[in-house]
């Protein structure tokens, strides 16, 4: 599973994600574990790729992404945000330290039970890809220059 | 166990925080400290809140926060009102789940000893309920007002 959920967050950060719409071939345990999970969801579609289907939603008035394995089970939910929409510790670490920086991506992540958020940041020769350790410090997850 | 009290207290401080202002004097190494971490704050307002605890108000990127430092000038707490699409996915759902037929007075986010927690304030027919909710989802109940009849 770690490998799975690992495998996920690079593939969401670096953009190389392909999902195939393809209602007709996607998992029905997973299907069932979506309504069951989400009963008050809007606007479902479903996509699959590889091991994964992956659901698009809406739930509270916000844009969510469940991704479940062939057994049904709940892998992951993601969302994306805004940096005004982070924690106040995180918020205030990326103002501080990465003052230099511009956001190009951020997304929350559950996975297990836990909650991660995960930042890309560029300057004009770098980009940067950290995690959140906890809801008050960054890790540097992948780093390249340009 | 006493990191439990202060955490308790520093939970009632912030529930009750803007109720008292009794401008308090705070010493230099308090104020240093705040203007070091929070150095575009903008119109603090400062007052004790006991058991040696400053309770300082400002307003940093628009948003009001509320800031508390122990005696020895380091910031034990922090915390600022968010909307609901400011609060991570867990959080939001256990609110789902355990105020359904609520309103939803205020949310506070709150820092306290490195640890982000959520406080709720919301009402129904009943009462009003005050709970803290862990960004595991984890709930729990602080305070419960019994609506007065009549």
């Known amino acids: 599973m770690k490998k799975t959920i690992f495998t996920l967050a690079l593939s969401l950060i670096l953009g190389t994600a392909s999902f195939a719409n393809n209602d007709e071939s996607i998992n029905q345990k997973a299907v069932q574990s979506f309504k069951k999970e989400f009963a008050q969801a809007k606007e479902v579609s479903w996509q699959k790729a590889g091991d994964l289907v992956k659901a698009t939603f809406t739930l509270n008035e916000r844009v969510l992404f469940a991704y479940y394995n062939e057994a049904g089970d709940l892998m992951a939910i993601t969302r994306n945000i805004t940096t005004d929409l982070l924690?106040?510790?995180?918020?205030?670490?990326?103002?501080?330290?990465y003052a230099g920086y511009w956001v190009s991506d951020l997304f929350?992540?559950?996975?297990?039970?836990?909650?991660?958020?995960?930042?890309t940041l560029?300057?004009?020769?770098?980009?940067?890809?950290?995690?959140?350790?906890?809801?008050?410090?960054?890790?540097?997850?992948?780093?390249?220059r340009k | 166990m006493k990191k439990f009290f202060i955490s308790a207290a520093l939970t009632i401080a912030v529930i009750t925080s803007g109720f008292a202002s009794d401008g308090a004097k705070v010493n230099k190494k308090v104020q240093s400290a705040f203007q070091k971490e929070f150095a575009t704050a903008f119109n603090p307002t400062w007052?004790?809140?006991?058991?040696?605890?400053?309770?300082?108000?400002?307003?940093?990127?628009?948003?009001?926060?509320?800031?508390?430092?122990?005696?020895?000038?380091q910031l034990v707490s922090l915390a600022r009102f968010v909307s609901r699409e400011q609060l991570p996915i867990l959080v939001n759902r256990t609110i789902a789940e355990r105020f359904k037929s609520a309103e939803l007075l205020e949310i506070r986010e709150l820092v306290n000893d490195n640890e982000t927690s959520y406080l709720v304030s919301a009402k129904n027919d009943k009462g009003t309920t005050i709970a803290r909710i862990y960004t595991t989802g984890g709930y729990q109940v602080v305070k419960k007002i019994k609506n007065v009849k009549g």
């Open chain 2, 47 to 73: 007052e004790s809140v006991g058991d040696g605890l400053f309770h300082v108000s400002f307003t940093q990127n628009s948003e009001v926060m509320d800031a508390y430092y122990n005696e020895d000038a």
């Open chain 1, 108 to 119: 929350e992540m559950v996975t297990g039970g836990q909650t991660n958020y995960y930042v």
């Open chain 1, 122 to 144: 560029e300057n004009a020769d770098h980009k940067i890809v950290m995690k959140s350790e906890d809801f008050g410090n960054w890790a540097s997850y992948r780093k390249e």
């Open chain 1, 87 to 97: 924690p106040i510790a995180l918020q205030t670490s990326l103002r501080k330290d």
